[in-house]
């Protein structure tokens, strides 16, 4: 029927098919297949192009090639977010309802169609091209621009396609180079041209949105809605930015950055594609959890580590435990270290290899939109606490051996490999309180339990944990210096001094005191909702039909599964809250205000070190909820409201 009406001309541009009509075609290929990407049915978005419903019977070159690509680009985005696994039914919906994508067509085979059309354009080009002294019609002109902006099309989909099956095969330098011009290309795309071409009520010739409303279910959830050229194009300038972004992953060697990268990335909450893109590219996630042999194969590259050797170099550079160090060099007739023996280095090997897993899903869980990733922190934390346990036996055994064995040091070897998995498990323990604040689940009320537990457990826990790693890094460093000197001496070579001598003995200095500003930030938070909680000024739920210990259960009980830390029980809670509410509200608000100024000049002191947007914003809030506490300490009448735009977790409080 379509045939039949004119809608589709299976000759294309040599049958009369406008350019024109081509390039708007694309563009709303396009705006199909983003709309997809964010979620909706492939049966309501890509597939309502009537072209792509039997490719072989198009007969353009053009609109063949364009058409093939289309379906091969849909392939490849299933093939890569279903290997990566990190989708829910709400980011992407895989089903293509048996319709072929063009699986005998080779990679090369596509690439090759595409390559031709792009001649093809490039010759009508040429031929449409201004020449000296030859005046030319607006028609001709305009056939000219349509031309150009078809071939840049057609380019952009070439390498666009490219630039994702070379990620897919994990060919990263390649992937950044062809992704690289991307971007190029989409800057000059200009949607206005062909926009005549569009017929009333928005619809494009060759799409019809109901052709495949029979395969749908007949309760399908929701009306699609597809986006508009111009915001296609703007959501695939994001999207190639993304996939640079992804790309530097190969480049960042220890695992603890490589952990804050997949967070800070996550939280700009990325589409499906470029945070699966990222998991795959990160090898160790898909290598197996045996530790892999030291030698290079012969004549090549050498091996990269594998996870449990990422593992074990965290751990060793978190606070240098003696057992994964260099064994001591001994003296003839003394016994070696018994840190260092064989039976040890199994256990550790066990131990590492262990905690692949929890890690693993770690990373993976941050590949998860934002929303799902709080239930994914509930259920790692039951996996952590399972190789914390692990952890506590094996420190308990080398403490043993560090004290009492033959040629043991007689210095504790304790808590090395436990607090290393604190420290991780507390960060955890910490999103996921917070994570309430970003995805809005907590009420008003129900804020002052939240930030007493940050202020009062998790964040004195994680100052705490920091602060012994600081002190054992910062010995060990002292002593690597010491026996630098030393040997310098020996050889008679005066050693230099380190003017930064001061700034590497306290290696964790910086995040303690930005876990310190938070914790007074929390501390300022929980008083201030008490005191305005007294006045009436936030809304507080019905006794009749509210319980609290039910509440606070539900909020925290994530963290029951865990021995350490232990969970606050809601007794301690309502002890503190019931001290805190004898005390009046002038000194609750004047308490809350040197709070948020001790968390300010923290943070100053901070950005003054290490300048960072995030920390910038914060300053600013503790400045105003400084003032605002200040301020109702004298007249504690004026209403307040509260404002995240500055920070998704740490509220802005406002006079009304």
């Known amino acids: 029927m379509a045939l039949e009406k004119g809608e589709l001309v299976l000759e294309g541009i040599s049958a009369g098919l406008e350019p024109g009509e081509v390039v708007v075609m694309v563009d709303q290929t396009l705006a199909c297949f983003v709309t997809w990407l964010e979620g909706h049915s492939l049966a309501q978005t890509v597939l309502t192009n009537l072209y792509l419903h039997q490719v072989d019977k198009v007969q353009c070159v053009v609109v063949k090639a364009v058409c093939v690509v289309a379906l091969k680009l849909v392939e490849l985005v299933k093939d890569i977010i279903g290997k990566a696994g990190v989708y829910e039914e709400e980011d992407f919906q895989p089903l293509t309802y048996g319709f072929r994508l063009c699986q005998d067509v080779t990679e090369q085979r596509c ?235 199994l256990c550790l090997d066990t131990f590492f290899s262990q905690c692949c897993r929890p890690f693993g899903l770690l990373l993976q869980a941050t590949g998860h939109n934002r929303a799902r990733q709080r239930d994914k922190i509930s259920q790692l934390l039951e996996e952590f606490s399972t190789v914390q346990e692990e952890a506590d036996r094996l420190d308990n055994m080398l403490n043993t051996l560090s004290l009492s064995g033959d040629g043991a040091s007689g210095k ?51 100052i705490n944990c920091l602060h012994r790693a600081d002190t054992v890094l910062s ?18 070579k005066k050693a230099k001094a380190n003017p930064k001598k001061g700034v590497k003995s306290r290696p964790y200095l910086t995040e303690i005191a930005c876990y310190q500003a938070h914790a007074n930030m929390c501390a300022g938070y929980y008083k201030l909702m008490v005191a305005a909680r007294q006045e009436s000024k936030i809304l507080i739920p019905n006794p009749q ?6 509440r606070y259960e539900h909020r925290f009980g994530a963290f029951a599964n865990l021995l350490t830390p232990p969970l606050m029980p809601y007794t301690q809670f309502k002890e503190v809250l019931e001290h805190t509410e004898k005390a009046s509200i002038k000194t609750l608000y004047t308490a809350a205000s040197r709070d948020f100024g001790q968390a ?39 209403e307040i409201d509260f404002d995240f735009s500055l920070h998704q977790n740490f509220p802005t409080i406002k006079l009304v």
Not at 545 to 550: K, L, S, Y
């Open 111 to 345: 690439i090759a169609g595409l390559r031709e059309a792009e001649e093809v354009l490039g010759r009508e080009v040429r031929r449409t091209k201004a020449r000296e002294g030859v005046e030319r019609s607006e028609k001709e002109e305009q056939e000219h621009q349509e031309f150009t902006a078809l071939q840049c099309r057609v380019k952009f989909l070439r390498l666009f396609y490219c630039g994702l099956s070379a990620l897919y095969r994990g060919d990263t330098s390649e992937g950044v180079r062809v992704v690289g011009g991307c971007s190029e290309i989409l800057a000059a795309i200009s949607v206005g041209i062909g926009n005549q071409r569009v017929l009333e009520g928005g619809r494009v010739k060759g799409f019809e949105p109901l052709a495949n409303q029979r395969l749908l279910p007949p309760t399908f959830p929701r009306y699609t809605e597809i986006v508009t050229r111009e915001e296609a194009v703007r959501y695939l300038e994001q999207l190639v930015t993304r996939l640079n972004t992804v790309t530097t992953v190969t480049t960042i060697p220890s695992f603890h950055t490589m952990l804050d990268f997949f967070q800070s990335f996550s939280a700009t909450s990325p589409c499906a594609l470029s945070r699966s893109v990222l998991q795959l590219l990160y090898t160790p996630l898909h290598s197996p959890p045996t530790r892999q042999p030291a030698v290079s194969p012969p004549a090549g590259p050498p091996l990269p580590p594998g996870f449990p050797e990422l593992l074990r170099d965290s751990c060793k550079s978190f606070m240098a435990p003696p057992c994964l160090l260099l064994a001591p060099r001994t003296s003839p007739g003394i016994p070696p270290s018994p840190l260092h023996t064989l039976q040890v280095r």
């Open 412 to 462: 504790p070897h304790s808590l090395f490999l436990g607090t290393w998995l604190l420290y991780h498990v507390l960060k955890l323990m910490v999103r996921y309180t917070l994570s309430g604040f970003e995805l809005e689940l907590y009420s008003v009320h129900e804020w002052a339990m939240v930030w007493w537990y940050l202020y009062e457990l998790l964040y004195p826990w994680l």
């Open 475 to 492: 010995e060990h460093m002292e002593n690597m210096d010491r026996e630098k000197r030393d040997k310098a001496s020996k050889g008679k």
């Open 545 to 550: 039909f509210d319980n609290e210990v039910v």
């Open 600 to 638: 300010r000049q923290i943070l100053e002191t901070v950005q003054a070190s290490v300048p960072d947007e995030e920390i910038l914003n914060l300053i600013t809030i503790n400045k105003t909820n400084f003032v605002v506490a200040s301020v109702l300490a004298r007249d504690s009448k004026r």
